[in-house]
C-alpha cells in the first residue's frame, strides 16, 4: 500500500481532500444564499411600497391640497345648508354617503378631554368649534379627504388600507405626543387636519378631525 | 285574414325581442340566510326592471354546486353572470369558466382572491366599517375589558377584513383582553353553542364582536338564557331586519349597515355597461357601511333599504 510521509494512506488522504473540499463548498454555498418564503418576500416588498407611498403622500401630496384648504367655520356652514351639494366640498372614495373634508385655520383651545381637545374658530356669528382628536385616529380621513390617492393608484385593498394604517400611525406617534405635553387651555394653535360626515346624518356636534399638523402658535 | 296576419307578424316580433332580451345569471352562495335573499331578489328585480331575463341559482354554500351552476349558465347562453362567491379562492376556478367563454362575471359582495377571475367586484368597505365599530367598541368598553371575539367562515374574505379591521383598533388598547376567539360559520344556532361554551370559561366577560349579525343574534340569545344580556355588549355586522330591531328595544349594543340595494344594483348596472359594449371596468368597487347605535337606529331600515 502506497503512504504520504506521514503513514496515511493515499486513498483516505484523497477522501479527507475532498471532504474538506465538500465542507468548504457546502459553507460557501449556504452562506452565498438566503432562503426566504415567497410569502414573506412579497410582505416586505407591500411593506416598503406602503411606507414609500405614505411617505410621499403625508410630506408632498397632502400638503400641496391642504395649502387651499377652507377655514372651518365657513366650511361647516356651507354644509349645514339645506340641499348643499357635499361634492363641491368634499370627496368620496365609495359608493354611499360618506363624504371626507380638510380644513385649515387658526383657533383657540377650549377644552382638554381624554380623547379630543376642542378648539374654537372664528368671531362673531361666523364662530364655531371642533373636536381634534388625540387618541381615536385611525380611519380613513387623512388617506382619503384629498382626492390625491385612490385604490385605482394602489392596486390591492390591503395595501390601500395599510396606507391609512401608516398614516394615522404617523400622526399618533409623531404629532399627537408633542403636542399634548404642550398644549394648555387659551392658547392658540394652527391646525390642518381632515374629517368625515355622513350625508344621512347631516353635520353632527360629535365628529372629530383627525389633525395633520398641529402647531402651538403662542 | 288581414287581423290573423298581423297578430302573427306580431307574435313573431315579440318572440323575436325575447330572443334578443339579455339574460343574467345571479349564483348566490346561500338562500338560507335572508341577508342573501335580499342581496339575489334585488338584483333580479333590477335586472328585471331594466328589461332583462333573470334568474336566481343557489349554491347552498356548496362550491362544486356553485360550479355546476356555472356550467349551465356557460351552456345555456347566459350573458352576465353576478356571483355572490361561495369560496374566496375556491370559486376562482368557477368564475374562470365563465370568464374564459366570454361571460362576463360581476362579484357581489364576496369577494375573489384572484382579480382576473372577475370582470369587476363589487363589494362593501367592511374593514372600514370595522375600524369604525372597533372605535365604538373601545369607547363602550371605557378602554378596559374582557372580550369574545366570534369570526364568520375562515375561507370568506369579509370574516378577515373585518377581524382586521376591529383588530387595527381594539389591539392599541393594552386593557381590552381577547379571551376567546372561535370561528360560528356566520351562523345563529352554532353561535349561540359555541358562546355557551366559551361563557363556562370565561364567564366575566364584557363584551362580545361577532362577523355578521346572525352570529350577534345567536350570541344575544345565549346571553339571555344565562341572564347575562344586561351586562355583556353585543356588536354585529350586516343590519339584518333582527339586528336592527334588537337595537332598538336595547339588545344588540350596535351593527354595522351593509347596503346591499347598492351592491345588487351597481352590479346590474355594470352588465348593463358591458351589453352596451363597455369593457374595462374598476377591479374593485366599494361600498360605504354605516355604525347603526342605539343613537341613530331610528333612521335605519334592515338591509339599508332606501
Known amino acids: 500500500m502506497v503512504k504520504n510521509d506521514k503513514n496515511i494512506p493515499s486513498k483516505k488522504r484523497r477522501a479527507l481532500k475532498y471532504g474538506l473540499i465538500g465542507l468548504i463548498a457546502v459553507f460557501l454555498i449556504y452562506h452565498s444564499f438566503d432562503v426566504v418564503s415567497l410569502d414573506s418576500r412579497k410582505k416586505g416588498g407591500d411593506e416598503e411600497d406602503v411606507t414609500q407611498l405614505a ?164 | 285574414m288581414g287581423i290573423l296576419l298581423s297578430l302573427l307578424i306580431a307574435c313573431g316580433r315579440g318572440e323575436a325581442d325575447k330572443t334578443q332580451q339579455k339574460q343574467i345569471a345571479i349564483i348566490v352562495s346561500t338562500l338560507n340566510n335572508p341577508w342573501f335573499v335580499f342581496l339575489a331578489e334585488t338584483a333580479r328585480e333590477e335586472a328585471e326592471s331594466r328589461g332583462y331575463v333573470a334568474r336566481i341559482f343557489d349554491s347552498q354554500n356548496n362550491t362544486s354546486l356553485e360550479s355546476d351552476h356555472f356550467e349551465n349558465a356557460v351552456a345555456l347562453g347566459y350573458d352576465a353572470i353576478l356571483l355572490n362567491a361561495t369560496d374566496s379562492d375556491g370559486s376562482v376556478a368557477n368564475a374562470r369558466k365563465a370568464i374564459e367563454a366570454g361571460i362576463p362575471v360581476f362579484c357581489m359582495d364576496r369577494e375573489l382572491n384572484n382579480p382576473n377571475a372577475a370582470t369587476s367586484q363589487i363589494v362593501s368597505d367592511s374593514y372600514s366599517g370595522c375600524v369604525e365599530l372597533g372605535g365604538l ?22 370574516t378577515w377584513n373585518r377581524s382586521k379591521g376591529f383588530h387595527y383598533v381594539v389591539d ?36 362580545v364582536f361577532c362577523g355578521n349579525d346572525a352570529m350577534a343574534m ?69 361600498v360605504d357601511v354605516e355604525l347603526v347605535t342605539p343613537a341613530n337606529v331610528s333612521i335605519y331600515s334592515s338591509y339599508g333599504k332606501e
Open chain 1, 55 to 218: 411617505d410621499a403622500y403625508f410630506l408632498q401630496s397632502l400638503p400641496k391640497v391642504l395649502a387651499d384648504a377652507p377655514e372651518p367655520c365657513t366650511l361647516l356652514a356651507a354644509l349645514s345648508q339645506k340641499d348643499q351639494d357635499w361634492a363641491s366640498y368634499g370627496k368620496q372614495t365609495n359608493i354611499g354617503n360618506r363624504y371626507y373634508f380638510l380644513i385649515r385655520g387658526e383657533g383657540n383651545i377650549q377644552e382638554i378631554k381624554d380623547s379630543y381637545v376642542r378648539v374654537a374658530f372664528g368671531e362673531g356669528e361666523q364662530a364655531c368649534s371642533l373636536r381634534i382628536a388625540t387618541v381615536y385616529i385611525f380611519g380613513n380621513e387623512i388617506r382619503d379627504a384629498s382626492g390625491k390617492l385612490a385604490l385605482a393608484d394602489v392596486g390591492e385593498l390591503t395595501k390601500f388600507n395599510a396606507i391609512s394604517e401608516k398614516l394615522n400611525k404617523r400622526v399618533r406617534e409623531e404629532i399627537i405626543p408633542e403636542f399634548l405635553e404642550k398644549v394648555q387651555v387659551g392658547q392658540k394653535i394652527q391646525i390642518t387636519g381632515a374629517f368625515a360626515l355622513n350625508r344621512r346624518l347631516g353635520v353632527t356636534d360629535d365628529f372629530e378631525v383627525m389633525p395633520v399638523q398641529l402647531q402651538i402658535v403662542d
Open chain 2, 172 to 207: 392599541h388598547f393594552p386593557e381590552i383582553k381577547m379571551v376567546a376567539q372561535q370561528s360560528a360559520d356566520f351562523d345563529r344556532n352554532k353561535a349561540m353553542e359555541v358562546l355557551e361554551s366559551i361563557l363556562q370559561a370565561h364567564p366575566d366577560i364584557d363584551a
Open chain 2, 137 to 158: 367598541f373601545v369607547r363602550s368598553l371605557g378602554q378596559k375589558g374582557k372580550y369574545v371575539e366570534l369570526l364568520g367562515l375562515v375561507g370568506d374574505n369579509n
Open chain 2, 218 to 286: 345567536g350570541a344575544y340569545q345565549a346571553l339571555v338564557a344565562a341572564g347575562k344580556d344586561k351586562k355583556i355588549q353585543v356588536f354585529g355586522f350586516d343590519g339584518s331586519e333582527d339586528a336592527v330591531s334588537s337595537i332598538q328595544s336595547d339588545g344588540l349594543a350596535a351593527t354595522v349597515m351593509q347596503f346591499p340595494q347598492k351592491i345588487a344594483e351597481t352590479a346590474v348596472a355594470f352588465s348593463g355597461e358591458y351589453f352596451e359594449g363597455k369593457t374595462s371596468f374598476p377591479q374593485k368597487t366599494l
